[in-house]
């Protein structure tokens, strides 16, 4: 080594050896990016990250995302039609389409399995990847399909009448348009959540208004959410009637990992209400959904038909009795500012006789063949019929309350609903 071409040759081997590990590292990372997380820079803004601890996506060029592991969790539920009445071997799956550019950002992300609900309509659908995008169930032939988000605290899901296959692909069609936006970006929130004595809470949950991401806090109060470019609304609440609310800012780019506002729950209101039949008799084991500030809980109903749900913040909530046993839905909105008893939520059975009338056009004159939607309680009660050359429709299972029609002509267009004149009982219709 002491002749200078042996310096050289020397340079040389390390250079090599140098490129052809760098070369194999790379090749690894290729082919193991579950196992990779970028710790120092933000691709995004070019700058350090100023925690290192602190774990930000990054995306190189030509390469995807890193992926961020989640949980997979477990979504149960219960599927009964517009009668409360169980629905058996319904299908229930995730919707294929909520993946799309997901399925590089998530480790373990995939459209999983389908499942088929009981004897009791049951169901338990595991969960893969984060918790956004839908969940479907089909019972062909008998139900329209339903399309929910996913919940962990136990989904009540109502099927309708079954729909000709024309108005299903306008519907799946208006559903897909309206679905979050969040799986065309690969943006991934950051935050903590700590009690009110500022002690990390664990299992607590954590979702976004816009969009409907759900996310769990670990063992260190840390949450990962899934969320999409624009200011966003977070609540999250724990077991314990704790509630924290907060506004996050637009974090104005569509990829990487950034940070989320710090929740802090306080004591939460409580909501308060019994279910009860015609008669006065509490109806035992009724499913009670509750929506407020964009989260979705779940309760069921006592021995004494009673309800109880805690950890709420003060909004505007929708308090939502799904159909049981032969009683139909109902819906009610309740301004929640403190402690609340809404008091008797009264369940009514469907009318024995069906709802008959006749879809006239503006000169009163029949409209054969049209395809009309009776729907109670914004979807809870939904009837379909097709009307007869002379324009009459005969609807069943309905309650008696108010009543909004959809209605659409033979080749599935939608008319316009005009009015109802229920003493002749005419549905007045123009295109």
């Known amino acids: 080594m002491n002749r200078p071409s042996h310096w050289i040759l020397a340079s040389l081997l390390a250079t090599g050896v140098t490129l052809w590990a760098t070369g194999a590292a790379g090749e690894w990372l ?27 996506l990054r995306r190189p060029e030509g390469r995807a995302p890193t992926p961020v592991e989640f949980t997979v969790h477990e979504i149960a539920g219960r599927v009964v039609d517009r009668g409360g009445w169980p629905v058996e071997a319904a299908r229930v ?20 399995e389908v499942v088929e609900t009981d004897a009791r309509g049951r169901f338990r659908l595991e969960w893969s990847g984060p918790l956004v995008g839908t969940v479907c169930v089909e019972a062909e032939g008998r139900h329209a399909p339903a399309y929910v988000r996913p919940s962990l605290d136990g989904l009540q899901i109502v099927l309708q009448d079954p729909l000709p296959d024309a108005w299903l692909a306008a519907e799946a069609a208006s559903v897909a348009a ?5 799986r065309e970006s690969l943006l991934v929130g950051e935050g903590f959540l700590k009690g009110p004595e500022g002690i990390e809470i664990p299992g607590a949950r954590i979702q976004t208004r816009e969009f409907g991401a759900l996310a769990v806090s670990d063992e260190t109060g840390r949450y990962l959410l899934p969320i999409a ?27 990487g ?17 019994r279910v009860v039949d015609g008669d006065g008799q509490p109806v035992v084991d009724a499913s009670v959904s509750i929506e407020n500030s964009g989260s979705l809980r779940s309760a069921r109903t006592d021995e004494t038909g009673h309800f109880t749900v805690a950890g709420l913040a003060p909004v505007e909530t929708a308090v939502t009795v799904s159909p049981h046993r032969g009683h139909l839905g109902l819906r009610r909105v309740a301004m929640v500012e403190h402690d609340l008893d809404i008091g008797d939520i009264r369940l009514e059975r469907p009318r024995q006789e069906p709802l008959r009338l006749t879809v006239v056009d503006s000169a ?12 109670q309680e914004e979807g809870l009660c939904r009837a379909y019929a097709r009307a007869s050359q002379q324009g009459e429709v005969v609807l069943a299972g309905l309650g008696s309350g108010p009543v909004a029609f959809e209605v659409r002509d033979p080749e599935m267009e939608p008319v316009h609903v005009e009015d109802f004149d229920l003493d002749s009982r005419m549905l007045v219709v123009s295109r």
């Open 30 to 56: 290729e082919g193991h990016p579950a196992d990779v997380t970028a710790k120092v820079a933000d691709s995004d803004a070019g700058t350090p990250n100023p925690d290192p601890e602190r774990r930000v």
């Open 93 to 112: 799956y995730r919707r294929p389409h909520d993946h799309g550019r997901w399925q590089n950002a998530w480790r373990g992300d995939s459209a999983g």
């Open 178 to 182: 309206d679905a979050p936006e969040v």
């Open 229 to 255: 470019p624009g200011p966003m609304s977070l609540i999250a609440w724990d077991t314990a009637g704790h509630v924290a609310t907060a506004e996050a800012p637009d974090p104005g780019r569509n990829q």
């Open 257 to 273: 990992m950034v940070p989320l506002p710090e929740l802090v729950l306080r004591p939460g209101l409580e909501l308060r209400g």
């Open 364 to 375: 009163r004159r029949p409209m054969p063949w049209v395809h009309v939607v009776a729907d």
